[in-house]
T-cell receptor
Framework: NAGVTQTPKFQVLKTGQSMTLQCAQD?????MSWYRQDPGMGLRLIHY???????DQGEVPNGYNVSRSTTEDFPLRLLSAAPSQTSVYFC????????????????FGQGTRLTVV | AQSVSQHNHHVILSEAASLELGCNYS??????LFWYVQYPGQHLQLLLK??????LVKGIKGFEAEFIKSKFSFNLRKPSVQWSDTAEYFC??????????FGPGTRLSVLP
């Protein structure tokens, strides 16, 4: 199993450009999520999905869109990049046990380091 | 809303010193608790987790954590750190069965 795969690993964008960060998992996990990591702030949840066709907003959703057309893929779209979106982005997946996702850990991808200039 | 605080931003220790990293959360109900480690340039990896039962949980690489419900705490400990433990450590809580709330992280530097 590859686990959670994110592409690209590094990206530089100009302000106003759009792009999609890819995330795929091969563990058949129902739950997928996107976090951004900024110094001193830990990981903050951007968007999450509890299954194909279902997405919801996290703590910091503005400027980002997601979709979940398949169980495996959960892309994150930056609509119009801003310097404030310079960050490291992590995708994670987890699965439920007895209907409770919280009792299993999250599996993380390697991260995408995004710089917006 | 849930929140997680970690007591120390940066901890510097010499090899063989003992480690304790503090973690407190704010949520009155049942929680699942986690410690993750992030080595330089890498993704987060699970160190240990608490769901129920014995409040003293043991994880990988000699780490352990104790859940004290009355103090809303889940502190991470290791009796003797190594240079290879240099990393950033994140405490996380999952209370609603779906989303993880992470603390701001504690950077540990172990001097050889």
């Amino acid at each position: 199993n590859a686990g959670v795969t994110q592409t690209p690993k590094f990206q530089v964008l100009k302000t106003g450009q759009s792009m999609t960060l890819q995330c795929a998992q091969d563990m058949n996990h129902e739950y997928m999520s996107w976090y951004r990591q900024d110094p001193g702030m830990g990981l903050r949840l951007i968007h999450y999905s509890v299954g194909a066709g279902i997405t919801d907003q996290g703590e910091v959703p503005n400027g980002y869109n997601v979709s979940r057309s398949t169980t495996e893929d959960f892309p994150l779209r930056l609509l119009s990049a801003a310097p404030s979106q310079t960050s490291v982005y992590f995708c994670a997946s987890s699965y439920s046990l007895n209907g409770q996702a919280g009792i299993t850990e999250a599996f993380f991808g390697q991260g995408t380091r995004l710089t917006v200039v | 809303a849930q929140s997680v605080s970690q007591h120390n931003h940066h901890v510097i220790l010499s090899e063989a010193a003992s480690l304790e990293l503090g973690c407190n959360y704010s949520y009155g109900g049942t929680v699942n608790l986690f410690w993750y480690v992030q080595y330089p340039g890498q993704h987060l990896q699970l160190l240990l987790k608490y769901f129920s039962g014995d409040p003293l949980v043991k994880g990988i690489k000699g780490f352990e954590a104790e859940f004290i419900k009355s103090k809303f705490s889940f502190n991470l400990r290791k009796p003797s750190v190594q240079w290879s433990d240099t990393a950033e450590y994140f405490c996380a809580v999952n209370a609603d069965g779906q989303n993880f709330v992470f603390g701001p992280g504690t950077r540990l530097s172990v001097l050889p």
